[in-house]
């Protein structure tokens, strides 16, 4: 059993920053696939970022390419989310993920079995 605890969200004017990060616990973390998702009101959840077990490999949706950065730390079994420039339309709920069935990357449009809390950001303009 995999839990996670996503912490570090908060109210930011645009084009400011901010850092989440996401606890795991259970398994053994460097060995899956972690990822950050999002959920604006009235919207669907929708994929932001990926990284591999290892942390050699990342994806990002376009949306965030450029600005979100996605990192890892298997010592501390943390995964992070740095946003800059952040606009008023990441405002969201953002939740982390992981797949402990493999290493590789979660898809974009995967079902990672576990997932946590949510952590609210909300950017003012």
């Known amino acids: 059993q995999v839990q996670l605890v996503e912490s570090g969200g908060g109210l930011v004017q645009a084009g400011g920053s901010l850092r989440l990060s996401c606890a795991a616990s259970?398994?053994?973390?460097?060995?899956?696939?972690m990822g950050w998702f999002r959920q604006a009101p009235g919207k669907d959840r929708e994929f932001v970022a990926a990284?591999?077990?290892?942390?050699?490999?990342?994806y990002y949706a376009d949306s965030v390419k450029g600005r979100f950065t996605i990192s890892r730390d298997n010592v501390k079994n943390t995964v992070y989310l740095q946003m800059n420039s952040l606009k008023p339309e990441d405002t969201a709920v953002y939740y982390c993920?992981?797949?402990?069935?493999?290493?590789?990357?979660?898809?974009?449009?995967?079902?990672?079995?576990?997932w946590g809390q949510g952590t609210q950001v909300t950017v003012s303009s």
């Open positions: 993920a992981a797949d402990p069935s493999t290493g590789r990357l979660i898809a974009p449009k995967g079902e990672p079995p576990y």
């Open positions: 259970g398994g053994t973390f460097r060995r899956y696939a």
């Open positions: 990284i591999s077990g290892s942390g050699d490999s990342t």
